[in-house]
C-alpha cells in the first residue's frame, strides 16, 4: 500500500492482513508514514512502560524522560509514584533535564514558576509587575502541571498518553497471572549492569525476532548447544503477551551463577521470557531476571534500555558480584547477536519486493500473532475492544517431537 493512501484503504489492507497469515510489508518498517500512525494510534494510546520505579525510589527523586517525543517526567511524591508532562504552564519550557533527588518543587529554570510535587503551581514570581508574585486574573488552580495517567508493576513505570486506555489492572492481569513474578521486596537492581543500545531497527522487528525460538541454530549457535531450539515452545497471549518458554534453564551450566534464587528447587529449570505489549520484554529467571525497555526513535531506529535485577536476600553482595557480572554478560552477548540480524532484517525489508513474508506456524506462529495484534488495534474504533475486531489465541504451542510425530500439548 502507497504512503498516500487513504484512511479507507488503510483500514482495508489492515482487514486483508488480520484474515491471512502474511504479515506487514516493508512499507510499514522503513517509512516515517506508517511509523507516525503507529505513534498516535497504537503507541500512544496502549499503556507504555518509560522507566523503573527505581528511577524514583523515594521522597522528592525527579526522573525525566522522553517518549514518543513527548517529555515527560516521574516525581515521587512521598509513597506516590506521578508523572507529568515536563512542560511549564507559562512559556512551555522544559522544566526539567537531568535526574535529581531530594527536592521539594520543581522550578521552571525560564522565569522560575515553581511547582510542587504534586504538580500545583506555587509561585509565578513578579508575574504581574516588579515583586508582584500574583495576577489577579488568573486562576492558578489551572496553571499546575499536566498529570499522565501512570502506574507501576514488576518494578516498572507505565503510562497512558491518551488517558483512554482500559484500566490498568485489567489490563496487566493476565500478564501478572502468566508470568507470576517476585513481589518488589525481593527484586533488587544492579545499576552498574544497566545498559542503553542504540539498534539500526524498526521496534517491531525487534519483537518479532524476540518471540521465536526459530532463529537459535543459525543467530545464538553457543546459546543453541545448551539450550537447544526443539526445548523451546511459544507462548500465544491473546492481545497482551507473546513469548517463549522452556524447560532447560540453568545458570551454572550456562555462566557458572551460584546465585540466591527466586524460585524452590522444583521450578529452577523452567523458565519464560515475555513480550508484553507494546515495549516491555521481561526474562524472569531462577536466579536473576532482566528487562528490556523497547523505545521506538522513527521508523528505523529504536533504542533498548536493559536492566537487571536478583533476588534481593543478599545477591547485590559483593561475593556475588562475578556471577552478577556473568548472568549480565550472558544476556548481552545473546542481545548483540540478535541486534547484529535485526539490523540485517531491517535493510532487507527496504526491498521492494518483500510483501509480507511466510510465517511457519510451528515455529512462528508468536511472530504472526503480534502482527495481528498491531492490526486489530489500529482497526479498533474508539472505544471498542480489540477481541471485537479479532480474537486471538491464548496457548502454548510446542515442539513435535520427532519419534511419537507428536505435535505436542497446547495449553
Keep these: 500500500m502507497q504512503t498516500g493512501s487513504t484512511a479507507q484503504d488503510l ?11 502474511v504479515g506487514f510489508p516493508g512499507e510499514w518498517f522503513t517509512n516515517e508514514h506508517f511509523f507516525d500512525i503507529e505513534r498516535e494510534r497504537l503507541l500512544k494510546r496502549s499503556w507504555l512502560c518509560i522507566g523503573l520505579s527505581s528511577d524514583v525510589p523515594k521522597h522528592g527523586c525527579i526522573h525525566p524522560v522522553d517518549t514518543l517525543n513527548v517529555p515527560l517526567v516521574m516525581v515521587r511524591d512521598s509513597s506516590t509514584l506521578r508523572v507529568f508532562h515536563n512542560v511549564c504552564s507559562h512559556r512551555g519550557s522544559r522544566l526539567v533535564n537531568e ?18 510535587l504534586d504538580g500545583a503551581l506555587k509561585k509565578s514570581p513578579h508575574v504581574a509587575g516588579a515583586s508582584i508574585h500574583e495576577h489577579s486574573g488568573w486562576n492558578t488552580q489551572l496553571l499546575g502541571l499536566v498529570p499522565v495517567r501512570s502506574a507501576e508493576w514488576g518494578g516498572h513505570v507505565f503510562v497512558d498518553l491518551s488517558s483512554q486506555a482500559e484500566t490498568f489492572e485489567s489490563w496487566i492481569e493476565p500478564v501478572a497471572e502468566r508470568l507470576a513474578l517476585p513481589p518488589n521486596s525481593r527484586i533488587a537492581r544492579d545499576a552498574q549492569l544497566a545498559q542503553a543500545v542504540d539498534v539500526a531497527t524498526n521496534w517491531k522487528i525487534i519483537v518479532e525476532n524476540f518471540v521465536e525460538s526459530y532463529h537459535l541454530p543459525w543467530v545464538h549457535q553457543e546459546l543453541n548447544k545448551i539450550n537447544p531450539m526443539e526445548r523451546h515452545y511459544q507462548i ?13 534453564y540453568s545458570g551454572q551450566q550456562m555462566y557458572g551463577s551460584n546465585l540466591p534464587t527466586f524460585y524452590p528447587e522444583a521450578d529452577r529449570s523452567r523458565y519464560e521470557a515475555i513480550y508484553v505489549f507494546p515495549n516491555l520484554i521481561l526474562g524472569p529467571f531462577a536466579d536473576f531476571m532482566f528487562s528490556i525497555i523497547i523505545q521506538p526513535q522513527s521508523a528505523g531506529k529504536s533504542r533498548e534500555r536493559i536492566e537487571f535485577f536478583f533476588a534481593s536476600d543478599g545477591a547485590l553482595e559483593p561475593e556475588y558480584a562475578v556471577s552478577r557480572e556473568q548472568a549480565a554478560k550472558f544476556i548481552l552477548d545473546v542481545n548483540r547477536e540478535d541486534v547484529a540480524i535485526v539490523e540485517t532484517v531491517q535493510r ?13 506456524l510451528p515455529q512462528e506462529a508468536t511472530s504472526l500473532q503480534f502482527h495481528k495484534m498491531i492490526a486489530a488495534r489500529l482497526l479498533a474504533e474508539p472505544g471498542q475492544s480489540v477481541d471485537e475486531v479479532l480474537r486471538l489465541p491464548t496457548q502454548d504451542i510446542r515442539h513435535r517431537t520427532i519419534a511419537t510425530g507428536d505435535r505436542g500439548s497446547n495449553t
Excluded: E, K, M
Design 99 to 116: 535526574p535529581c533527588s531530594g527536592r521539594v518543587r520543581l522550578v521552571c529554570p525560564y522565569h522560575g514558576w515553581t511547582y510542587s
Design 236 to 248: 500465544l497471549g491473546g492481545h497482551r503477551y507473546l513469548g517463549q518458554g522452556g524447560d532447560n
Design 348 to 360: 532487507g525489508r527496504t526491498s521492494p519486493v518483500f510483501n509480507g513474508g511466510h510465517f511457519s
Design 11 to 21: 483500514s482495508a489492507h489492515l482487514r486483508s492482513l488480520i484474515n491471512s497469515d
